[in-house]
């Protein structure tokens, strides 16, 4: 093993706010690139966002420690000609820089990107904007749920003859950044063998219809238009949420061999007619799926899931988040402690990649606003000298 992180290498600098680029950003830093965030003062708007953690007479929001760990802080005024001269100075010595304003905000603060990268040709640029630059739709202001739904993520979600209905968490936002940050790591690849940088682009509606997936390609190339199917899974059965007598649990019987593992342990014949293959299956899954809730209504929940797991069979309970982080599998690696400045310790998820030489996360707390200052801009000189 190797105490050097794989981006210990790369500073970014972080213009972004709210919650798709500083994902992206703290993707980066988990990897050990020095992220630098740059905020406006009074800070990012998620520093006001509930909930809120009171500890010591402090109070942050837990939504933006969130998506800001292990960077450093720097508030700049980016309308003052000075602090816009400092981000020049950090941005002539960074390799990435994050950005998710409107389009053309930045070239109004005589920022753009265009100019940044010539001050700095390996610098590789990332733009996360509402609905992609370009296009009758380009300026609009992207926030999650408004893309959720014209992207026809909340046509996909929740129960047949419901209303339309969001997913629970960001999901826009958090696709956006991960997107982004992938882009980041093929440019900077790509700079390994040209010298150069590039930009890179993606948007909220690009990541959402990204991952439309057979749903996307069921439309455009086989005409057929998804339909809510709740909790069933469109293209397989049975696969979903099912009812024993103290709680409902999950199976997913995925493939043929499964189903002949599955249906005895719940008290089917795997070869009956009507429901001896997928297609059957899935044809009729509103009949199954009552079939299947009788058979299990006067059965408990842990002795039907044990006997699905030693068969082979996936399923699972549904979990509350507190059950999920009381979970002994959760608390063994994707939970770390961090020292917050002000909070103390606090337990925090932890980064969702392991990598073999870099088993021990990077566990730096979500800074405070500007407690890098100082730091960052030792060096600087407003006449143009170095560090």
């Known amino acids: ?38 905020e406006p003062p009074g800070g990012d708007d998620s520093r006001g966002w509930l909930p809120y953690v009171d500890r010591n007479g402090h109070r942050e929001s837990a939504y933006y420690m969130s998506a800001n760990r292990n960077k450093r802080s720097v508030v700049l005024d980016l309308k003052s000609a000075g602090d816009a001269d400092r981000l020049r ?30 001050l700095n040709p390996r610098l590789v640029t990332l733009s996360i904007t509402g609905f992609g630059k370009g296009g009758p739709d380009g300026n609009r202001p992207g926030f999650d749920q408004i893309v959720q739904a014209e992207g026809g993520l909340m046509t996909l979600t929740g129960r047949p003859g419901g209303p339309p209905q969001r997913v629970g968490i960001p999901i826009a936002d958090l696709l956006a950044g991960l997107f982004g940050a992938f882009g980041v790591m093929t440019a900077l690849r790509a700079r390994e063998r040209t010298g150069r940088g590039q930009h890179v682009e993606t948007s909220l509606l690009a990541a959402v219809v990204g991952v439309h997936v057979f749903h996307g390609v069921g439309w455009l190339a086989a005409g057929v238009e998804p339909v809510l199917t709740g909790n069933r899974h469109p293209s397989i059965a049975p696969y979903g949420v099912f009812g024993c007598a103290d709680a409902d649990i999950v199976i997913a019987v995925g493939s043929e061999a499964l189903w002949r593992k599955f249906a005895p342990i719940v008290g089917l014949d795997a070869a009956r007619p009507d429901i001896a293959t997928n297609v059957d299956r899935v044809s009729r899954a509103d009949e199954l799926q009552k079939e299947i809730d009788t058979l299990l209504a006067d059965r408990h929940a842990d002795d039907v899931l044990a006997a699905l797991d030693a068969a082979g069979v996936p399923a699972g309970r549904i979990r509350t988040v507190p059950e999920v982080y009381d979970w002994e599998q959760v608390r063994a690696s994707m939970v770390t402690t961090v020292t917050h400045p002000t909070l103390g310790d606090l337990d925090m998820p932890a980064s969702p990649l392991t990598l073999s030489d870099h088993r021990e996360p990077r566990c730096d707390a979500p800074p405070a606003l500007g407690a890098d200052q100082d730091e960052v801009f030792a060096g600087y000189a407003p006449a143009g000298g170095g560090r």
Not at 7 to 18: C, E, F, P, T, Y
Not at 25 to 30: G, I, K, L
Not at 95 to 115: C, F, I, Q, T
């Open 1 to 38: 093993m190797t105490n050097r992180r794989p981006l210990a290498d790369i500073r970014v600098v972080d213009l972004s706010r709210a919650l798709a680029g500083p994902y992206a950003t703290m993707m980066m830093a988990d990897a050990g690139a020095d992220v630098i965030k740059v």
């Open 89 to 118: 100075w950090l941005v002539s010595q960074a390799d990435v820089l994050v950005e998710n304003y409107r389009p053309g905000v930045l070239d109004r603060l005589g920022l753009g990107l265009d100019g940044l990268r010539e």
